[in-house]
């Protein structure tokens, strides 16, 4: 029987920055952009814990739905080289994930329903994919983490989707800059899952994972990290021409240890080690977040 201890640990905590600084980044720039607009930031507290709660649920759910399906399709075995995974280890029977997962998913649609009351229809066609494809990323019948298209998927529901929904759910406006931002925060969402994906590569081509490291190589997959870390940099230039230098200049702060992470995945061999690069790719994205809203907080208004 698990323990609450091991479904705390199921739940991935490490993977959580993916969920938490969307919503942050949208929020906030969301409060930076009615500034410049009216001379007065708004947002609001209640929709903000909402729409991160729902997040962070929708995370929780598909690591639990992940845990249940790669076990049942043989991904996951008591041989992986990742963290412990209760259905993996027998710890917890894969059906029981599955339901767990389900359970976690309508916990984020019911919080999601002050959002949809506060801005109509529109919440509903952005929720109701996000809250398929928790189960769709690994189950379903076209299983995006099993097809290459998972880093597809992080980019557009944990960066381009969440960043500008929130931005929307405290505006009620569709913002430009908030589709740059959420390309920057997605593009190091997507080098926690490129790690991952690196790390397992040769265990998911032994079960038939198909993932971008299994179709195209190692070599393409550290590329790939390389290049997602570099242009989420580089889109930031946008902010230095729209008004907001700092959003460009104090994230660049994190650049030296984001090139350092990627010297790292070329001179590592796939393995266990990349476990400890996965917590700093998760680090870089939570501080790049924090940076990001600083700079548009203390940019001149």
Known sequence: MPRLADWIAAARPKTLPAAIAPVAVGTVLAWALTRRETGQGHWSLGLFLCTLASCMA????????????????????????GPRRLAATGAAAARTMLRAGALVLAVAALLALPLIQERGWVMLVIGLPSLYFAYGYTGGPMPLAYRGLGELFVILFFGLIAVTGSAFVQSGEWYQAAVVAGFQIGCLSTVLIAINNLRDVEEDRQSGKRTLAVRWGVGFAR???????????????????????????????????????????????????????????????????????????????
């Not at 995370?59 to 399906?69: C, K, M, R, W």
């Not at 476990?275 to 809203?293: D, K, T």
């Open 58 to 81: 929708i995370q929780v759910a598909t690591n639990y739905f992940n845990d249940g399906l790669d076990t049942l399709k043989g991904a996951d075995t008591r041989r992986r080289l």
């Open 223 to 301: 590329v790939e990290i390389f290049l997602l870390i570099v242009g989420a940099h580089a889109v930031g230039f946008y902010w230095w021409t729209h008004h907001f230098p700092r959003a460009f200049t104090l994230p660049l702060i994190l650049l030296p240890a984001g090139l350092w992470l990627a010297m790292q995945i070329f001179l590592r061999p796939p393995g266990r080690g990349h476990n400890r690069l996965l917590a700093l790719a998760g680090l870089q994205l939570i501080l790049f977040a924090v940076l990001l809203c600083i700079g548009w907080i203390t940019s001149p208004p």
